[in-house]
């Protein structure tokens, strides 16, 4: 064999090697998936974004227990046991009755009692104090019951004279009359059915 025979040859072998290490290239190529492609299959569930709740919700959410878990035992707060008040001492009060002097007993009482001696005789009313005065005594002197009272009338103060004190009218009629017989009045002397006030302040 001739020498360009033989370099003939090995550029055949050459060509024969590339070629098939090229084919070999384009197969491998066309099996293996490249980055572009899909990949098979369902497509991913999209990540669902998780809900934040705020702060003041998380505190009023109420949880719910799985079924078969036990809840949690909640303890109630014993309540503070509560302070004794001292107790209070009552005492009764007694009332002293009160103590009678000289001077209370002299003190006549302003109440009358039922059935009491009213009525009296109107002797004379005079504007004068000292005349009233002057007659008023001549009649305690006489035996009668006498005391003076005033009242103002059309501006003018008067002092009546005047004797008590009897349980009837019919008994101070008779007074009456004896009294101006005796100190010879004027005007006749009539009766009164004396006020209680003025009662209980001359009665003796």
């Not at 490249?34 to 497509?43: A, L, N």
């Not at 008779?174 to 009766?191: E, G, N, Q, R, Y």
Request: charged share 30%; hydrophobic share 40%.
């Amino acid at each position: 064999m001739s020498l360009a025979d033989t370099l003939k040859a090995k550029k055949n072998i050459i060509i024969l090697v590339v070629a098939v290490i090229a084919l070999a290239a384009v197969v491998v190529t066309q099996l293996l998936p490249t980055g572009r492609e899909k990949p098979i299959g369902p497509p991913p569930m999209a990540a669902k974004k998780a809900k934040i709740t705020p702060p003041d919700e998380a505190a009023k959410a109420v949880t719910t227990p799985v079924s078969g878990e036990k809840k949690p035992e909640v303890k109630e707060a014993k309540a503070a046991p509560e302070e004794k008040k001292p107790a209070i001492r009552v005492e009764a009060v007694i009332k002293e009755k009160p103590v009678k002097t000289a001077e209370t007993q002299g003190k006549k009482s302003l109440v009358v009692k039922k059935g009491a001696k009213r009525w009296a005789v109107h002797v004379v009313s005079v504007s004068y104090e000292n005349e009233a005065r002057h007659l008023a005594a001549k009649l305690e002197k006489a035996g009668y019951n006498a005391y003076v009272t005033e009242f103002t009338k059309d501006g003018v103060l008067w002092h009546r004279v005047r004797a008590g004190f009897y349980s009837s009218r019919k008994e101070a009629q008779d007074a009456a009359k004896k009294i101006a017989a005796k100190f010879k009045i004027k005007t006749l002397p009539w009766t009164v059915l004396a006020p209680k006030n003025e009662v209980s302040k001359y009665a003796k």
